[in-house]
């Protein structure tokens, strides 16, 4: 991951320009403006305070950082400018430490159904069906009706990369991914879509796993990151997505009968609206007399 640092140095001469300043971590060899570089610089009477773009680092601990004047400095105050003036080193060194940051889930975008069945399209390139937008962590209970249902494009920051096939998306040499859905239950990855030291994303194949979990990915390599597999959490809500009609005692008199309720999931109903405008209700093939919606919202409506 690239990273910036802020330092102060002070009993430093004035920077003029990034090439005024050589920085190095460690032992290594001073960077070049690919590795790390000053990428601001502020000065005042008797310090200098730059910001520099840090060296990745591929292991984790203290480095010493150098930082070292090697501009040149005004000739001083009433010295003949054209002499020749040997100067001391101007050399700053400071602990600095390595660390491997918190990997977290920045976006998690589901997909019911693809509106392509094409498996090498990455799902949100094609969108979801009918146009739908796609759904944060929340997926019904459904049964799939094809390979492209309930696809879930998960982004991970600071998550270790992996290698994977550019035609595919299939994982490639060491690399390992695992994803989980509460404590048993595990998502099918379908491809890697991108991966890099800065972010990784990936095409899973969502498991059915009510209700509310803690849902949690992992990626490895023996390449980039030996060791233990790092991961990430984020939650996921598995509900109910099939429309069902309930009713406590569904019973009543063939004649002079009181009205009584009946639950209806995921048939949400508008409440300015007379119901009879909006659903039909019939007992066999006689329809019901009088309807009134008791209250109503996504997951429920009693009438």
Do not use: H
């Not at 001083?76 to 040997?86: A, F, L």
């Not at 969502?206 to 023996?222: G, I, L, M």
Request: contains cysteine; hydrophobic residues 40%.
């Amino acid at each position: 991951t690239t990273s910036t640092a802020g330092t102060t140095v002070a009993n430093f001469p004035p920077v003029k320009s990034a090439q005024d300043v050589e920085v190095s971590f460690g032992n290594d060899a001073p960077c070049d403006v690919f590795a790390c570089c000053i990428i601001g610089v502020a000065n005042s009477v008797d310090w200098a305070e730059l910001t520099i773009k840090v060296l990745t680092s591929t292991t984790v601990g203290a480095k010493d950082i150098w930082i070292e004047f090697v501009g040149t400095e005004a000739v001083p105050q009433g010295e003949d400018p054209t002499g020749v003036y040997v100067r001391e080193e101007k050399v700053a060194v400071a602990a600095f430490s390595f660390y491997v940051p918190a990997s977290n889930v920045q976006s998690v975008l589901v997909c019911l159904v693809c509106s392509s069945d094409d498996k090498d399209l990455p799902c949100l390139a094609v969108g979801c069906e009918n146009g739908l937008a796609p759904l944060v962590p929340t997926v019904p209970v459904e049964k799939a009706s094809n390979k492209r249902d309930r696809i879930a494009t998960i982004c991970i920051k600071d998550m270790p990369r992996v290698d994977f096939k550019k035609k595919n998306g299939k994982l490639d040499g060491s690399s390992r991914v695992s994803i989980t859905f509460g404590p048993s239950a595990t998502g099918k990855l379908k491809k890697i879509l991108q991966s890099d030291d800065e972010v990784t994303v990936m095409e899973v194949e969502v498991t059915d796993w009510p209700p509310t979990v803690d849902a949690e990915v992992s990626t490895a390599s023996d390449k980039y990151s030996p060791g233990p597999m790092p991961s990430a959490e984020f939650k996921f809500t598995f509900y109910d997505g099939e429309t069902k009609l309930l009713c406590c005692d569904c019973a009543a008199p063939a004649v002079f009968a009181d009205a009584f309720p009946i639950t209806m999931t995921n048939f949400p109903l508008c409440t300015d609206l007379p119901a009879l405008d909006q659903v039909e209700v019939e007992f066999g093939k006689t329809n019901a007399q009088s309807v009134m919606v008791v209250w109503t919202n996504r997951s429920q409506t009693v009438l």
